[in-house]
């Protein structure tokens, strides 16, 4: 009797340690299994799937970077799903409208808005590598390092892949920047 009160103490203990490192950041992952799923019943489900597994290798997780962690189990949640329920499409999606307050001018907040969508077309049009890549990045605010550890890509790839996404965005939104001269 007192083995099944010990294993129970060890499971609340267990529930409430993952609960505490892993609930902060729901949203972050919602958003990801958004943009990769492109719809928010499928990310729901995937975001339950991970939180899942998430739980299930919980054991597994030794301290460090929740987010980071959390966010790796996401992302192969998503392609894992992807790849059983749309097998010929790996398509990304931006989060629902940015939680922008109204300025008080209509024209001004239609224009924002219209500048918003018009963004997201364009970050959608980007191939998915170079998408993924300014999702984490300026999408999530993750560092490179964190970057390269959710993918299992090299720090140099990671900004590669950022700097071509950026540039591949200007252009496509006809934005020329200055050439900086060696001077």
């Given at each position: 009797?007192?083995?099944?009160?010990?294993?129970?103490?060890?499971?609340?203990?267990?529930?409430?340690?993952?609960?505490e490192?892993?609930?902060?950041?729901?949203?972050?992952?919602?958003?990801?299994?958004?943009?990769?799923?492109?719809?928010?019943?499928?990310?729901?489900?995937?975001?339950?799937?991970?939180?899942?597994?998430?739980?299930?290798?919980?054991?597994s997780?030794?301290?460090?970077?929740?987010?980071?962690?959390?966010?790796?189990?996401?992302?192969?949640?998503?392609?894992?799903?992807?790849?059983?329920?749309?097998?010929?499409?790996?398509?990304?999606?931006?989060?629902?409208?940015?939680?922008?307050?109204?300025?008080?001018?209509?024209?001004?907040?239609?224009?924002?808005?219209?500048?918003?969508?018009?963004?997201?077309?364009?970050?959608?049009?980007?191939?998915?590598?170079?998408?993924?890549?300014?999702?984490?990045?300026?999408?999530?605010?993750?560092?490179?390092?964190?970057?390269?550890?959710?993918?299992?890509?090299?720090?140099g790839?990671?900004?590669?892949?950022?700097?071509?996404?950026?540039?591949?965005?200007?252009?496509?939104?006809?934005?020329?920047?200055?050439?900086?001269?060696?001077?």
């Amino acid at each position: 009797m007192w083995v099944e009160a010990g294993a129970l103490a060890l499971s609340e203990n267990k529930t409430a340690n993952f609960e505490e490192i892993f609930l902060p950041h729901l949203d972050a992952a919602y958003n990801l299994a958004r943009w990769l799923t492109r719809d928010p019943t499928d990310a729901d489900d995937v975001v339950q799937e991970a939180y899942f597994r998430a739980f299930k290798f919980f054991d597994s997780f030794h301290g460090g970077d929740g987010r980071s962690w959390l966010l790796k189990i996401v992302r192969n949640t998503c392609y894992t799903w992807l790849q059983k329920n749309r097998p010929r499409e790996i398509v990304y999606e931006l989060d629902e409208e940015l939680h922008v307050a109204p300025t008080g001018d209509p024209e001004k907040d239609l224009l924002e808005d219209l500048d918003r969508r018009e963004l997201r077309r364009l970050v959608e049009e980007l191939p998915p590598s170079n998408r993924e890549i300014l999702v984490f990045r300026d999408i999530q605010g993750l560092s490179y390092k964190e970057i390269a550890a959710i993918t299992e890509l090299p720090i140099g790839t990671v900004m590669s892949r950022l700097a071509r996404a950026r540039k591949r965005l200007q252009a496509a939104a006809g934005i020329q920047l200055p050439e900086v001269s060696a001077g």
